[in-house]
C-alpha cells in the first residue's frame, strides 16, 4: 500500500476503494443548522445563523474518538470485490479500539437511496450490530455519494455536539467509482467542508484517480481485501491526535 497526497485536503474521507493513501490535516465542526434538505453551502453567506454552540439533551464531556463508515455497496462492486470489501471492513471493525464510537451508513441492493442501517455507538452489542449488518449487504443499484457524505456529517456534527465538541470524528467512506449524484455530491462537499468534518477516502480496485481525492485529508488506494484493510487501520493511526475544531 502506497500513499497519495490529496490534492487540496479540504477534508478527511475514508472509502474502500483501491491503493495509496494521503496525510491528516487538522480540521473541526460544529452543530448543523436543522434545515429540511439543505446544504450549508447553498446558503448564501449573509444569510447564514451563527454556528450554535448548543448544549444536547444528554450531552456531557466525552474525549472519545468517532468513525463514521459508509459503505459502497453498488451494482460495480458485485462478486468478489463486495465479499472482499465485506470481510475487510468487518476486520477493521471488529480490530478497532473497544473505546471507538462507530456508525455505518450503506447503499446496495436492499437501499439504493442509501441509509444509516447502525448509528454511533460502542460496546459489543454495537459490533454485533455492525457484523450483522454488513453481512446483509448485496451489491445494486448506483453510486449516490453525495447523500452518504452529507449523512455521515450530519452524524458526526451531532455526535461531537453531545460530546460538548470533545474528541475526535472522522468520516470513512467505502466505494469503488464516481457518486452517481453529481450535484448532491458537490453540495455535500462544500457542506462538510463548510463544518470542517474530516474525510478520509479509500479507493478500492479503482487506483488514484477519483473525484474524492482532491477533498481528502487523506486518500488510499486498495487491490485486495488486504490493502483495503490496512488502508482502513491507517485512517485511525492518527487518534491519539485530537481534532482541533474551529468555533
Not at 477534508?11 to 439543505?38: F, H, K, N, S, W
Not at 462492486?77 to 455505518?104: S, Y
Not at 470524528?169 to 462538510?192: E, K, M, W, Y
Request: net charge negative.
Amino acid at each position: 500500500m502506497k500513499r497519495i497526497p490529496p490534492l487540496y485536503g479540504i477534508i478527511a474521507l475514508a472509502a474502500l476503494l483501491a491503493t495509496g493513501c494521503g496525510e491528516r490535516q487538522t480540521t473541526g465542526t460544529t452543530e448543523i443548522p436543522v434545515v429540511a434538505d439543505t446544504s450549508a453551502a447553498n446558503v448564501p453567506q449573509e444569510d447564514r445563523e451563527p454556528i450554535q454552540n448548543t448544549t444536547p439533551e444528554n450531552s456531557s464531556m466525552d474525549p472519545s474518538s468517532n468513525a463514521y463508515i459508509v459503505f459502497d455497496g453498488s451494482g460495480s462492486m458485485a462478486g468478489p470485490p463486495i465479499e472482499q470489501a465485506k470481510r475487510a471492513v468487518a476486520a477493521f471493525i471488529a480490530g478497532a479500539p473497544e473505546d471507538l464510537n462507530i456508525g455505518l451508513y450503506v447503499f446496495d441492493n436492499a437501499g439504493m437511496d442509501g441509509r444509516e442501517v447502525t448509528p454511533l455507538g460502542r460496546g459489543p452489542a454495537q459490533r454485533q450490530m455492525l457484523k450483522d449488518q454488513i453481512s446483509r449487504i448485496e451489491a445494486g443499484g448506483g453510486t449516490p455519494l453525495g447523500s452518504a457524505i452529507k449523512a455521515g456529517t450530519q452524524a458526526l456534527i451531532k455526535q461531537f455536539q453531545k460530546q460538548l465538541r470533545y474528541g475526535d470524528i472522522r468520516l470513512i467512506v467505502v466505494t469503488d467509482g464516481a457518486a452517481s449524484d453529481p450535484r448532491v455530491f458537490n453540495r455535500s462537499i462544500s457542506f462538510a467542508g463548510e463544518y470542517n468534518v474530516p474525510i478520509y477516502t479509500v479507493g478500492f480496485r479503482i487506483g488514484d484517480r477519483h473525484p474524492l481525492r482532491q477533498f481528502s485529508e487523506a486518500y488510499f488506494t486498495a487491490d485486495d481485501e488486504k490493502e483495503l484493510l490496512d488502508a482502513m487501520e491507517e485512517t485511525l493511526a492518527e487518534l491519539d491526535d485530537s481534532t482541533a475544531l474551529d468555533l
